[in-house]
């Protein structure tokens, strides 16, 4: 791919983020596509990532804003920073209660794209930083 296709499919993934269409953000990963969660593990797969997201989208309700992209030459791998615009729906286990608490949250994301696909995302952002804000 190259690093205008693989700057467009980026883009593609934070605008079906950001509309809510899991279907086309899930359409936008390869089918063993490798997941490592913030403060967490590896999961692995289409299926598990869906999972984290119905999960997620349970939990919280979120826009990213001021999302600036960078890919490397060859277009096999980039990066994101971007601010997360939250709302904080109800209690995840293990975090503070949710009683609709707004955050703002900086944040970045690594990717690497194989087969015109995202094949691994590492998302990261400061968890203490959050609960800071939502009062934990």
């Given amino acids: 791919m190259s690093k205008q296709q693989s700057t467009q499919l980026i883009r593609d993934y934070y605008q079906a983020f950001n509309n809510g269409d899991m279907e086309a953000f899930l359409s936008l990963l390869s089918d063993e596509v490798a997941h490592d969660i913030n403060q967490g593990g590896r999961e692995t797969g289409k299926a598990a990532f869906a999972d984290f997201m119905a999960r997620m989208?349970?939990?919280?309700?979120?826009?990213?804003?001021?999302?600036?992209?960078?890919v490397s030459e060859d277009g096999s791998r980039a990066a994101a920073e971007f601010v997360v615009l939250g709302e904080y729906l109800n209690t995840d286990q293990g975090?503070?209660?949710?009683?609709?608490?707004r955050y703002r949250l900086p944040a970045g994301a690594f990717f690497e794209i194989r087969d015109n696909r995202v094949a691994r995302i590492s998302n990261y952002y400061n968890l203490n930083d959050w609960i800071a804000q939502v009062g934990g």
């Fill in 57 to 70: 989208n349970r939990h919280y309700r979120e826009q990213l804003t001021d999302i600036q992209i960078l």
């Fill in 95 to 101: 975090l503070p209660e949710a009683r609709g608490q």
